[in-house]
């Protein structure tokens, strides 16, 4: 399994595009931008929070895509390789922010450098289409984008007794593996702080899935989302 995603790569089968129609129909089909923005959203929390089922709720009720850990990994392995790829997340980079990018790279580990710098820009390029991206640091990337950035909260007992549950493993065994997943998306997320420019909050939405349910937590979201649009309009 990832360390960052919920779920194996055996259950793949929730994302709900393959890999390749997803970077065509994102970041090749330029007649496809709106001149208003579609919803954008991004979800993040702990690991066994219920994260990945909140996002790909949100994205089947809004009809936007679903851009999980792995399927943003899936786009910067192909960004890697592919030139194209590469221009067509330039050219939806507003041109404010190419400094920024380039302090992505000179400190530290070659591989991890490039890395961060095509993450921020498949986010960045994602951002005018439209989608529900759950974490990798994309609250801070966005945070000047008309984004509504949610965060669903789980106290680590509680993650523990659904990860125990979901892959069939000891209490204890997922004790650890919700407090070292949760160390590591921490890190993560404080490199991309460090670098980034500004960003006068974490959060626009703060939501406990010990209290609330799926369907709660995303009809709240979705009332939130209506006030962003008001407010825009």
Known sequence: CDWSSDVCSSDLG????????????TFFENEALQSSQP???T???????????????LAIKLNVKYFDYWVLDSIIREAR????????MKSRRPPDLANWISSFFGKGDSSNEEYQALLVKTVLGIAPMGGVIVGRGAHLILSDFKVLRLKVEAGPEYCAIQV????GISLKAARKMVAKINKERM??????????????????????SEIMSTQQIVDVAMSAMGVIHQRAA
Request: glycine residues 8%; hydrophobic residues 40%; proline residues 5%.
């Open 14 to 25: 929730r994302v709900l595009m393959p890999i390749r129609s997803i970077i065509q129909s």
């Open 39 to 41: 919803p954008l959203l």
């Open 43 to 57: 979800v993040t929390g702990e690991f066994g929070a219920g994260v990945e089922a909140v996002g790909r709720d």
């Open 81 to 88: 390789l592919n030139n194209e790829l590469r221009k067509q």
């Open 164 to 167: 125990a549950d979901r892959k």
């Open 187 to 208: 890190k993560f997320v404080a490199d991309i702080y460090d670098k980034y420019p500004g960003c006068s909050s974490y959060y626009d939405l703060v939501l406990s």
